[in-house]
């Protein structure tokens, strides 16, 4: 079987179990207990490599994108174009899912702790928070796991390296490249015991509120989908306004839609695209061959959408209410790390650039880790925005292209 099946099976039977346990009493509560510190050990040895991982995957990610920005004016405004539609969509996500949950609450499957419970008045103002982007000791903040100014420095230094000539830029390029695929082997062993993790999450989550743990993860997962779902039909809307026509589109982003959603994997539906873009759309082979695999790797609207979306969602299950600057902030955050993290599959994904979106509005790690559990449906929905976003983009890009390099009647 799959590591997905293997993973909601371990969810249902953790569930159970735990139910079972907590309509045992004390003695059952005790069990439950006990073995809780499986379940951190396991998110102690995914959350060790965090860190490190996206500061190298940002550093190499910020210096690539710096270095193509340098090679032409076109696509220094397609990633200016990218950037600003991230932002757009990043918001998107926000307001949906405050929306969303506004009308249909979620049950919280643990109360937060009063240290960490965030409330109106103890909340961080915005000003506290710009304060802290830039990092007085960056060794420092990635010690304490201070993703955000962390993030900011990894950005500054790729940017540094992307100016450097010669082979020194090149041979640092290449270190960082390995280190963050060295730790992904890493991120790849620990994953091997998602069901081992998830059934212990399950578990302690069933004992804690019975039966309405399994209630809020399905809620999660209807929610984040129901978030996303909004996604794909903005990222539509972006492809029918792209001037080539609303028929046209549909028949272009048609077979690249359903490739992604059968394979839930970007970088797969690249052949489809660039041949959708070509054939079926008329753009340049040489505006595409540029654009297509860029937008792939660096345009990922539904990820973005997805992102602040799923940390509001899984910080409310655990009873934490992010505020306002918080939530500011983690839009910045999501549209950083999506720029950096590139190509990588889906559990990787949500590791390297959910992770420190949900740190940044104060949400549990294991919000992030039960995701996993129930993402099906989520990860065929943003891979297919991401999918129809790519097209959309590229087509409008195109499309200005060709005002710009094409005389205009007088």
Same mark, same amino acid.
């Given at each position: 079987?799959?590591?997905?099946?293997?993973?909601?099976?371990?969810?249902?039977?953790? *569930?159970?179990?735990? +139910?079972? *346990?907590?309509?045992?009493?004390?003695?059952?509560?005790?069990?439950?207990?006990?073995?809780?510190?499986?379940?951190?050990l396991w998110l102690n040895a995914l959350q060790m490599t965090l860190t490190p991982l996206v500061f190298c995957l940002m550093t190499v990610g910020v210096a690539?994108?710096?270095?193509?920005?340098?090679?032409?004016?076109?696509?220094?405004?397609?990633?200016?174009?990218?950037?600003?539609? #991230?932002?757009?969509?990043?918001?998107?996500?926000?307001?949906?899912?405050?929306?969303? *949950?506004?009308?249909?609450?979620?049950?919280?499957?643990?109360?937060? %702790?009063?240290?960490?419970?965030?409330?109106?008045?103890?909340? %961080?103002?915005?000003?506290?928070?710009?304060?802290?982007?830039?990092? =007085?000791? %960056?060794?420092?903040?990635?010690?304490?796991?201070?993703?955000?100014? !962390?993030?900011?420095?990894?950005?500054?230094?790729?940017?540094? +390296?992307?100016?450097?000539?010669?082979?020194?830029?090149?041979?640092? &390029?290449?270190?960082?490249?390995?280190?963050?695929?060295?730790? !992904?082997?890493?991120?790849?062993? /620990?994953?091997? *015991?998602?069901?081992?993790?998830?059934?212990?999450?399950?578990?302690?989550?069933?004992?804690?509120?019975?039966?309405?743990?399994?209630?809020?993860?399905?809620?999660?997962?209807?929610?984040?989908?129901?978030?996303?779902?909004?996604?794909?039909?903005?990222?539509?809307?972006?492809?029918?306004?792209?001037? /080539?026509?609303?028929?046209?589109?549909?028949?272009?982003?048609?077979?690249?839609?359903?490739?992604?959603?059968?394979?839930?994997?970007?970088?797969?539906?690249?052949?489809?695209?660039?041949?959708?873009?070509?054939?079926? @759309?008329?753009?340049?082979?040489?505006?595409?061959?540029?654009?297509?695999?860029?937008?792939? =790797?660096?345009?990922?609207?539904?990820?973005?959408?997805?992102?602040?979306?799923?940390g509001l969602i899984g910080a409310r299950l655990f009873g934490i209410d992010p505020g306002l600057p918080q939530i500011i902030l983690a839009i910045c955050v999501?549209?950083?790390?999506?720029?950096?993290?590139?190509?990588?599959?889906? %559990?990787? /994904? !949500?590791?390297?650039?959910?992770?420190?979106?949900?740190?940044?509005?104060?949400?549990? +790690?294991?919000?992030?880790?039960?995701?996993?559990?129930?993402?099906? #449906?989520?990860?065929? @929905?943003?891979?297919?925005?991401?999918?129809?976003?790519?097209?959309?983009?590229?087509? &409008?890009?195109?499309?200005?292209?060709?005002r710009v390099t094409e005389p205009q009647p007088s």
């Open positions: 079987m799959s590591r997905t099946v293997w993973i909601v099976l371990a969810l249902i039977t953790g *569930l159970g179990a735990g +139910i079972v *346990l907590r309509a045992a009493g004390p003695s059952g509560l005790g069990v439950a207990e006990a073995i809780r510190p499986i379940g951190q690539g994108a710096a270095r193509a920005a340098g090679t032409g004016r076109r696509v220094a405004v397609a990633l200016a174009a990218f950037i600003g539609l #991230l932002f757009a969509g990043s918001m998107l996500g926000a307001a949906a899912a405050e929306g969303f *949950l506004a009308l249909w609450p979620v049950h919280a499957i643990r109360s937060a %702790p009063a240290l960490s419970a965030l409330t109106t008045n103890g909340s %961080p103002s915005l000003v506290s928070e710009i304060l802290t982007l830039v990092p =007085t000791n %960056p060794v420092a903040a990635a010690a304490q796991s201070a993703m955000t100014p !962390l993030i900011v420095f990894a950005a500054f230094f790729g940017a540094a +390296i992307s100016r450097l000539s010669g082979e020194d830029g090149d041979r640092l &390029i290449g270190f960082f490249r390995a280190a963050g695929d060295a730790l !992904l082997t890493i991120v790849g062993w /620990v994953l091997r *015991l998602a069901p081992l993790g998830i059934f212990v999450l399950a578990v302690g989550a069933a004992a804690s509120v019975g039966l309405a743990a399994a209630g809020g993860l399905i809620q999660y997962a209807l929610l984040l989908s129901a978030v996303l779902a909004l996604g794909v039909v903005a990222a539509l809307g972006l492809g029918l306004a792209s001037g /080539v026509g609303p028929g046209r589109f549909l028949r272009a982003v048609a077979a690249p839609a359903a490739l992604a959603a059968s394979t839930q994997s970007s970088m797969a539906c690249l052949p489809a695209l660039v041949k959708a873009a070509q054939e079926d @759309l008329g753009l340049p082979p040489a505006l595409v061959g540029v654009l297509m695999p860029m937008a792939v =790797t660096v345009f990922r609207f539904g990820n973005v959408v997805g992102g602040v979306s799923a999501g549209v950083l790390t999506n720029i950096g993290v590139m190509g990588l599959p889906g %559990p990787a /994904v !949500l590791l390297a650039s959910y992770g420190p979106i949900f740190i940044a509005l104060g949400a549990p +790690i294991e919000a992030l880790f039960l995701l996993l559990a129930v993402d099906t #449906l989520p990860d065929i @929905l943003d891979t297919t925005a991401n999918v129809t976003a790519d097209l959309a983009v590229t087509a &409008i890009i195109g499309r200005v292209a060709k």
